[in-house]
């Protein structure tokens, strides 16, 4: 069968269909329902501190039995400058004002939220752990594989795969610039040149360079995406939209509506949000910070200074000042339950399959 | 069969493949051969005159009795200014000398040689017509349907592929960002908004808007790359950067290597080889004039203005100075033949219908 290969026996699961670790965006009754039904469903706990990750991870548990993921963000170590921030906190002075917000205080402290996520996934045995922007260090590596979690890098280029087999992943997510949300590259000096490769070309050239199971990501929507992702010759595929916009998705209702009613056309690459470059639906708040007349702040810290600005303006409804994450597939979006999505997804690679010989 | 559908029955060709127009690198040897294995060769004469053309077209014929087409640019009508030329001489001064190049006279006759060109085709009873840039006329398109000659058009978003389709395009290619050369693009309003999908994203949301067979490209170099454009519903792929590098190309030997000795990650799209948009390996002359201070004249301005010092270039074996297009899966490109070329990608696409079930 189509699904029964080394990816599904490593990761103890039926279907080679990941959900995204789409980071503030998974609720407990996603990653579950996904795992049950056969996928591995995965906690976004990029943002997440230890006590809220323990929480999700104990309720996930009560739903299911299955295995199922964590997915955390690599502290990635950028400098940052005092007159970056004031210069930045000017610009967004106009948008909390009208949301009537404070201004915050940067507080970076993501290399102690992600050792103590790691020792939560430990603690309480969480089968699988999943990585963006970079690469643990072998200490924390040999923790996990001491520990039986099998490990998930992501890459966007070949050379960041190979570095990814290289220290230890047991399986590499193959990052298409399809894709919404975050980037995964790790390896670029700078974000002008991280690269964008689409899923078709980066697939089979990753898979020729390595031995460890590829899981393909960008643009998956459906049947067709998934088939055409195993021939390709990735074991599996990451799903990320496709997810969002399902009723247990934890996504405002503002961010799948924008996806809903958005064209292939209407995503962008930006680091306005975050200071890390990821796709979504293109809206004012991006354009406007398109013309900044300086340098955005890095991640985490341009995270914290639009954190508020893009949570208040999401619960009053408004789309123009919130990120919208997407892949270059919203067309394909539907709005349905979980187990409608994977029941068609499985219904669909079956079909597809009748009729290719 | 997985070659056999209305595609194939359309061009009365056995495999669905086809040979991108590749302007200024195809060669009646290229064309034919990929003809004669069952494919489509198509000759790519954006920049022929009819007499060129006339001559090119015999010398197919003579060497095949099966369909090829010829690939044409339809005009695009771009404003420029004389202050635009000068400024892009005065910078291009030291290339010119370097090369002992005098100044060219910009001479704009695109719509005469693409009327020219359609004559051409007519008179010679060329099966299939394929059409970059744009939409022929519709005076044009009934002159080509009454002649009997198959339509095939080029998008890169759905609503381009609906326009193909509502025109009265026959087949319509699917171009997807990963693809080499020239970017098809022609409802957006400026090079900066240019739709950049990815294949498998662009493949399946135009599957279900249009009724018409849908051609993939874009990063496609092997079996596994056709089988996957079939499973996202296209009937046929069309790939450029893999016959180029194969013995019978028109394309320099500069060129050929640049590409062979290139990773995934060294393309970038740029409009300073010709004023529209092309993706290739990136080089000296795109990094230097991504620096430009002023508005990179529009095709096909800037082609001909940079056009001897990118042959003159070649011809002395200095990369750095000329284009080398090519897709986003260059570790995929091999130095063969084309019959070589086109019998692995048969057998490839054969052997993993054998693995997939």
Redesign the interface.
């Known amino acids: 069968?189509?699904y029964s290969n080394s990816l599904t026996k490593m990761l103890s699961i039926k279907y080679p269909i990941i959900q995204a670790g789409m980071a503030g965006s998974t609720t407990p009754e996603l990653v579950a329902t996904v795992s049950n039904k056969g996928g591995l469903g995965c906690i976004g706990a990029g943002y997440f501190t230890a006590d809220k990750l323990e929480q999700e991870i104990q309720k996930v548990r009560s739903m299911t039995v299955q295995p199922f993921g964590v997915n955390l963000f690599v502290p990635s170590h950028n400098n940052y400058t005092e007159a970056q921030v004031e210069h930045m906190n000017a610009w967004l002075k106009p948008y909390r004002k009208a949301l009537d917000l404070e201004e915050p205080v940067v507080n970076i402290t993501e290399e102690q939220q992600f050792n103590n996520a790691i020792e939560m996934v430990i603690k309480h045995k969480v089968p699988v752990c999943c990585f963006t922007f970079g690469l643990p260090s072998q200490e924390i590596i040999s923790k996990l594989k001491q520990a039986n979690v099998t490990l998930v890098g992501t890459a966007t280029?070949?050379?960041e795969a190979i570095e990814n087999e290289r220290v230890g992943m047991d399986m590499v997510v193959a990052q298409?610039?399809?894709a919404g949300g975050h980037r995964g590259s790790f390896l670029a000096k700078n974000q002008q040149t991280q690269?964008?490769?689409?899923?078709?070309?980066?697939v089979?050239?990753v898979v020729?360079h390595l031995s460890i199971p590829i899981i393909a990501a960008?643009?998956?929507?459906?049947g067709?995406?998934i088939?055409?992702?195993?021939?390709?010759?990735a074991q599996g595929v990451q799903m990320g939209t496709a997810f969002l916009t399902t009723e247990e998705s934890g996504a405002n209702e503002v961010v799948k509506q924008g996806i809903l009613n958005s064209?292939?056309?209407d995503t962008r690459v930006t680091d306005v949000f975050s200071g890390k470059l990821a796709r979504g639906i293109n809206n004012e708040f991006a354009e406007s910070l398109a013309k900044y007349d300086g340098e955005i702040p890095p991640y985490p810290v341009q995270n914290q200074l639009t954190n508020t600005i893009r949570k208040t303006a999401a619960a009053k409804g408004n789309s123009k000042w919130t990120h919208m994450w997407s892949?270059?597939?919203p067309?394909?979006a539907k709005r349905q339950q979980v187990t409608q999505l994977f029941d068609n997804l499985v219904s669909e690679v079956d079909a597809?399959?009748q009729t290719?010989?």
């Open positions: 069968m189509w280029s070949v050379e298409g610039s399809e690269p964008l490769i689409g899923t078709m070309s980066l089979p050239q020729e960008g643009g998956i929507m459906n067709r995406g088939l055409a992702s195993l021939v390709l010759g064209k292939e056309t892949g270059q597939s067309r394909l597809l399959l290719i010989h």
